[in-house]
């Protein structure tokens, strides 16, 4: 048969070079040769380093092959992975590709020393277990990756020199997109162990923040988690603006928006009573002592304008810059929103907090001076449909 393998190539390596979830790449690649090359049956076994084995990972085919039990895996040891870990023997397959009518006719020569007999039956044995006509090894500069195996063709014909070739070079484009997908998932695994790192020692300065404000105490996780609702709600109205990296940010900055009063001395942050006209001015000098604490992560950058701006208002009556409308951070206006209602539903020595209905009326009122409307609106909605977290 023959076949225009560098054609079936460049169309495999430009689809597979993308897929950057191992598993799913993997499927991907045996149903394309199981389909494309009219196998009865394709596998793939990967190596796993924990297990120190080549598992298989992913079999597609005839419904009736059954890989025998305790046959899953090929240690280290068994004769298949050795023989291609070691290059051993290239007279007996064809550049890389070993076919059992190969190893058969080597097998029945003559004059064959005691060890090459012994290595080729063993060979035989494991091929006609896993009912392979061909196995191709996968090979990352020169470290065993993995070993396709090929059942025979449905059409009953033997493998040709073209399509063994076709089998190689896929081999190794195969290699380089098994390995850039597991370098993209180890990757992700350790940015997930960084981002798991970083939010318990953002929710441990949230925390240092609270202890240090005695009547707040509590208010960082209540203003994150409305904050996280409204943006759900937001979302669903306008999908195009929020995105993970957006979610992700808004956590952060919600968490951190006071991170600034830790710079405000605790006589003016725990004063039973109304600052006067110069503690003001200090207290609201804590957005700015935030963004400058956080200014030498870069990587949140997006985050620290939610923490410096949480206290602009939408008619460009707030501080620090008197910013208005659009010109305010999204994550900050919405911070804004939060932060209020659960001050102003606080009790403080000298006021009683509102009630939370009187606090959504509030910030009703305010909703196109102090807050953007939008955000008001996603917040009031969430309040009476009961989606307003409680604590």
Known sequence: MAIDYKKELEAAARSMILVHEPDTLIRMIVRMIAHKLKVTHAGILLYEKSRQSYVLTVSRGIAGFKIPKGFARM?????????????????????????????????QKKNLNPKTRKLLKALLYQMEIYSSEVCIPSYFRDDLLGLLLLGEKKNGKKFHQDELNFFVALAHDVAMAIRNAQLFKDLELELEKERSLFKH??????????????????????VNNICMEIAKRLSLKNKNIFNQNLMEHLDTASLLHDIGKIGIPENILNKEGALDENEMKFMQQHPLIGATILSPIKELAPAILGVKYH?????????????????????????????????????????????????????????????????????????????????
């Open 201 to 222: 020692t953002t929710i441990a300065l949230a925390a240092a923040i609270d202890a240090k404000d005695h009547y707040t105490q509590g208010h960082t996780s209540r």
């Open 311 to 391: 206290h602009e208002k939408y008619d460009g009556t707030g501080y620090p810059e008197g910013l208005k409308a659009d010109q305010i951070p999204l994550v900050a206006s919405i911070i804004s929103v939060a932060d209020t209602f659960d001050a102003i539903t606080t009790n403080r020595p000298y006021r009683k907090g509102l009630s939370r209905e009187e606090a959504i009326e509030e910030i009703e009122k305010a909703s196109g001076t102090q807050f953007d409307p939008e955000i008001a609106q996603a917040f009031i909605e969430l309040y009476r449909e009961k989606y307003l977290p409680t604590a």
């Open 75 to 107: 240690g280290l040891d068994n004769p298949l992975i050795s023989f291609f870990r070691e290059h051993l023997d290239k007279k007996i397959f064809h550049d890389g590709a070993l076919a059992y009518v190969d190893v058969k006719k080597a097998a």
